[in-house]
Every structure is written in structure tokens, then in C-alpha cells.
């Protein structure tokens, strides 16, 4: 069974960057797709970024794109999304999710296996 464990969100202030681990353990990242998405109270969970099981595509939702990049790294069963140029809207918990598929969705019910979330909060 595929556990996912994220890791490095905190507290920033506007403009500044932040790297969001996602940790794998039970089987190897690279049969699967990854995507991060974002929680903030009374909105439902919205897909921020994605990149494929082989890593030959990614997606960025309209809100991130040109700041946020995601990649990972099959060796250390880790994957990664780089936060920058940080805006306060972009406050919230953050989840990694896998799909044993080499696509990208976009709906949080198109994803099997999540993590608990770390939190991440921007503000001056």
C-alpha cells in the first residue's frame, strides 16, 4: 500500500518561496502520477499542480503558473512542488496525492493514495 507523507510548508511572508516535500513509502513513485492541491477553509480541495508517472508532463493550475513548478525524483521515492513568488491567497493545507495512471486529472476523486496535509501560510 502507497503512503505518502508531506513535508516543509510553514510560515512566509509574501513574495518568498518554499519547497513542499511528498514523501513515498510501500511501493516506488514511478508508477505514479502525482498532483498537489490546496485546502482553505469553506472551499473545496482545488488541484494546484501535476506531473505525470514518467515525468514527461506537468500542470499548473492558472494561480500558480509561471511561480509554482513540481517534479520528482524516483530514486528518493520523493516528490516535490517549489513555491515562489508567494502570495497570501496562496495560505492554505496543502495535500500530495497519487493515481496508479500516467495522466494527469484534475478532481480529487480521480486520486487514490494522500498524504495529511502540511500547512502553509503566507502573510507579512
Known amino acids: 500500500q502507497l503512503q505518502l507523507v508531506e513535508s516543509g510548508g510553514g510560515s512566509v511572508q509574501p513574495g518568498g518561496s518554499l519547497r513542499l516535500s511528498c514523501s513515498a513509502s510501500?511501493?516506488?513513485?514511478?508508477?505514479?502520477?502525482i498532483g498537489w492541491f490546496r485546502q482553505t477553509p469553506g472551499k473545496a480541495r482545488e488541484g494546484i499542480s501535476c506531473?505525470?508517472?514518467?515525468?514527461?508532463?506537468?500542470i499548473h493550475s492558472n494561480s500558480v503558473q509561471g511561480r509554482f513548478s513540481i517534479s520528482k525524483d524516483n530514486a528518493k521515492n520523493t516528490a516535490y512542488l517549489q513555491m515562489n513568488s508567494l502570495r497570501p491567497e496562496d495560505s492554505g493545507i496543502y495535500y500530495c496525492?497519487?493515481?496508479?495512471?500516467?495522466?494527469?486529472?484534475?478532481?480529487?476523486?480521480?486520486?487514490?493514495?494522500w498524504g495529511q496535509g502540511t500547512q502553509v501560510t503566507v502573510s507579512a
Open positions: 496525492a497519487a493515481r496508479a495512471y500516467d495522466y494527469c486529472a484534475v478532481l480529487p476523486t480521480d486520486y487514490q493514495h
Open positions: 510501500g511501493k516506488n513513485l514511478v508508477a505514479y502520477t
Open positions: 506531473i505525470t508517472a514518467s515525468a514527461d508532463e506537468t
